[in-house]
């Protein structure tokens, strides 16, 4: 089997993936561990954004991540990711949800459908490590504001051109103080 056959029959991730599990202190045990991690996903597909604590969220967004690349890949007819979507999404109609509403929304995207943001620091006190996970395309506004290129704002063109003159008449000084100083000597 060649290398294009073998990409067909796994989705690959558009995240870095942990190669070991977080451990969460669940007084539950392994069987606690998945039930917070599916309340997790179903909650982000549900709510569509989400804020709880960094290792969770971290966790959680391979999952979800997983749960919608195979909806894509495969759609509502495949039996595995049926199985898969029922047995992560804890509502039944989110699983309508997954297939109608997000798998149109990310057929074409070629990056991460997920995004993980640091949550606010406060000071002072104690960082508790927060994080906003969130699906992208969501209808709430943004976390971080776009970045906007000021490079070629008038006032800005106005200060790098004042500093190539300010530059190039010291250069000139500089040059002109050291043909002296060689001419002395």
Not at 23 to 50: D, H, M, N, Q, W
Not at 172 to 185: F, H, I, K, L, M
Request: hydrophobic share 35%; with cysteine.
């Amino acid at each position: 089997m060649n290398q294009a056959d073998l990409s067909k029959l796994v989705s690959a991730l558009r995240i870095a993936v942990k190669p070991k599990p977080r451990l969460f202190s669940c007084p539950e045990g392994p069987a606690g561990r998945l039930k917070k991690l599916r309340a997790t996903v179903t909650a982000l597909v549900k709510y569509e954004r989400i804020e709880l604590n960094y290792p969770r969220a971290e966790e959680a967004q391979g999952y979800a991540e997983r749960l919608i690349s195979d909806a894509i890949r495969n759609g509502d007819c495949h039996k595995h990711t049926m199985e898969m979507a029922d047995y992560w999404l804890n509502e039944k109609q989110l699983v309508h949800k997954l297939f109608k509403v997000l798998v149109p929304r990310y057929q074409n995207y070629n990056s991460s459908f997920t995004r993980l943001v640091l949550g606010p620091k406060t000071y002072p006190g104690y960082f508790a490590g927060t994080a906003i996970l969130e699906l992208k395309g969501n209808p709430f506004p943004a976390l971080q504001p776009e970045t906007h290129n000021y490079h070629y704002w008038l006032h800005n063109v106005l200060l790098e051109e004042a500093k190539k003159e300010f530059r190039s008449a010291r250069e000139d000084r500089n040059a002109g103080t050291t043909e002296s100083v060689t001419a002395e000597s």
